[in-house]
């Protein structure tokens, strides 16, 4: 099968040591591209000198809600829309994170509304981290369709409800190794999504998929993840591979010619 790994932290440092060889691994499991993810400055930077040097990647820039108390508009944005600037595909991660509340919640929303700005100042998409946020989270994505600004989102695990919410605005909505967990019940909501909204990650060094949960995850076991929604939907792993990379294209504006190595 041939896949687009839609959300890969690329740039961590868990990939310093061999990093060449995961990428090479990914290419012969089958990925034709890989989104590497930014989420922090520092991330963002990263990412975009791994993109220009492997042509496997594209880049994406934002700030995540676990630093956001350290946001700061005046000397984090600019950077931000710099690196943005500089070819990256979407804004993000970006978004709420309610569980662990690593940074005040009030400043959790000040950097998501300013990067949701920014999405439609460049008419980007956003790539969009969730978690125990759902009503403030279906606020903000009502605060972005007024704007026109779509995007993902990523790694989910939350309800129905807020997909249904997305969704009506024309966004994706992307599911990781967690739903190869045995704990994993909500079946329905991986058929809910329909066919040309779905997409699929690695999400990696995290949350390797069945038979890899443990481990370092990476792009290649993307093939574990693309399997087990094909077996939920009732299609074959190919055709769902080929949708959501096609899914893929269109949500970051990537055309045929440029996808692949």
């Known amino acids: 099968m041939r896949f687009i790994d839609s959300h890969s932290h690329l740039a961590d440092a868990a990939f310093d040591e061999d990093r060449d060889a995961v990428v090479e691994r990914a290419i012969a499991a089958g990925a034709r591209l890989v989104v590497c993810i930014g989420a922090s400055l520092a991330d963002g930077a990263r990412a975009r000198e791994l ?19 350290t946001f700061d508009a005046e000397t984090q944005l600019p950077a931000l829309e710099a690196l943005l600037d500089s070819g990256a595909v979407a804004v993000g991660e970006c978004g709420l994170d309610y569980h662990y509340d690593n940074a005040p919640r009030i400043k959790q929303h000040e950097s998501f509304n300013a990067q949701l700005s920014i999405a439609a100042e460049r008419d980007l998409p956003v790539i969009v981290h969730t978690r125990e946020a759902e009503a403030d989270t279906a606020m903000m994505i009502d605060l972005a369709a007024r704007d026109g600004v779509i995007g993902v989102l990523h790694c989910y695990t ?35 999504i329909p066919d040309d909204r779905v997409l699929v990650e690695s999400d990696a060094p995290y949350l390797a998929p069945v038979p890899r949960r443990g481990k370092r995850n990476e792009p290649a076991w993307v ?24 899914n893929a294209e269109r949500l970051f504006g990537l055309t045929p010619q440029a996808v692949g190595t």
């Not at 309800?159 to 967690?178: E, N």
């Not at 093939?223 to 096609?246: F, Q, Y």
Request: no cysteine.
């Open 223 to 246: 093939a574990h993840t693309i399997e087990r929604l094909a077996a939920v939907r009732g299609m074959s792993p190919e055709a769902l591979a080929e949708r959501t990379g096609e």
């Open 51 to 69: 993109a220009a040097h492997y042509p496997l990647l594209r880049f994406t820039a934002g700030l995540h809600p676990q630093d956001a108390a």
């Open 158 to 192: 939350g309800s129905l409800a807020l997909a249904q919410r997305a969704l009506g605005y024309g966004w994706y909505v992307s599911f990781s190794g967690i739903i190869t967990f045995k704990n994993w019940t909500d079946l329905e909501l991986l058929r809910a």
